[in-house]
Nanobody, 127 residues
Framework: QVQLVESGGGWVQPGGSLRLSCAASGFTLGYHAVGWFRQSPGKEREGIACISSVDGSAEYADSVKGRFTTSRDDTNYTVYLRMTNLKPEDTAIYYC????????????????????WGQGTQVTVSS
């Protein structure tokens, strides 16, 4: 029942932009913070952003700060990740995840504090 589904991934040239969507079903997304993570082959899953449902505030990993922006549309049960100035290093499978609570976890960019996960969407940045 509880499900998060990412979409919007694909191939883009360096310097380009993509917007990922995270759609929720089976629970009320507006009661949960949402985190974004990514994983490249041979690397650990990396937390890159989290947005609170309390006030909409967000925090970002240094690797994406200033380039990525997460936002939410709770009426439509969707959270977005706008990615700009994409670099080859951004190539990864991107996941959205939700903790039990409306605020981002204290360790917002750590996987352990998230309960619900999407299947991921591939983002490839190359020439």
């Amino acid at each position: 029942q509880v499900q998060l589904v990412e979409s919007g991934g694909g191939w883009v040239q360096p310097g380009g932009s993509l917007r990922l969507s995270c759609a929720a079903s089976g629970f009320t997304l507006g009661y949960h913070a949402v985190g974004w993570f990514r994983q490249s082959p041979g690397k650990e899953r990396e937390g890159i952003a989290c947005i609170s449902s309390v006030d909409g505030s967000a925090e970002y990993a240094d690797s994406v700060k200033g380039r990525f922006t997460t936002s939410r549309d709770d009426t439509n049960y969707t959270v977005y990740l706008r990615m700009t100035n994409l670099k080859p290093e951004d190539t990864a499978i991107y996941y959205c995840a939700a903790p039990k609570y409306p605020a981002c976890p204290v360790r917002a960019l750590k996987t352990i504090d998230y309960d619900f996960w999407g299947q991921g969407t591939q983002v490839t940045v190359s020439s």
